[in-house]
């Protein structure tokens, strides 16, 4: 990996890793004070949708740490076997995101709270996750 492709991975995960925090810290309990304004309904709600962003978050946080050091190592001494236990660490983050998806798609159908954009937006997050975590393993079991 040549340095400047390397310096540009790792700013680019530094630079996320900060704006996530700043999401977690300000913008999650913003938006769903925001949200109980509107829908004062939804307010039993808030402190889960917090703590359930804070986790979710979290998961992609560990994710880019691990990146940042599968970038590191690779940048330092190329890639190993050893990175096969990073990226199986990064399935299971990704495992636990999922988990969260289905554990709040399933929370909100029994609250009977479901619009279309949260349900859609849950929807699209696993699969996503559910792609990356298929990708990585099957990129493990073949490479």
């Not at 829908?39 to 804070?54: D, K, N, T």
């Not at 979710?56 to 330092?76: E, K, S, T, Y």
């Not at 995101?97 to 949260?118: M, Q, R, S």
Request: aromatic share 6%.
């Amino acid at each position: 990996m040549t340095r400047r492709t390397s310096f540009a991975l790792i700013a680019g995960l530094r630079i996320l890793l900060l704006m996530s925090v700043f999401a977690q810290v300000w913008i999650i309990p913003s938006a769903v004070e925001r949200a109980v304004a509107v829908f004062p309904e939804v307010e039993p709600l808030a402190v889960p949708a917090i703590i359930w962003g804070i986790c979710a978050i979290a998961c992609w946080q560990a994710i880019a740490v691990i990146g940042l050091r599968l970038v590191i190592c690779a940048r330092d001494h190329g890639v190993d076997s050893s990175a096969d236990k990073w990226l199986r660490a990064m399935v299971g983050c990704l495992l636990a995101f999922l988990a969260l998806v289905v554990a709040a798609f399933i929370a909100l159908n029994v609250l009977a709270y479901t619009p279309p954009g949260v349900m859609l937006g849950l929807i699209a997050a696993g699969l996503i996750a559910l792609i990356a975590a298929s990708s990585l393993v099957t990129s493990s079991v073949t490479g």
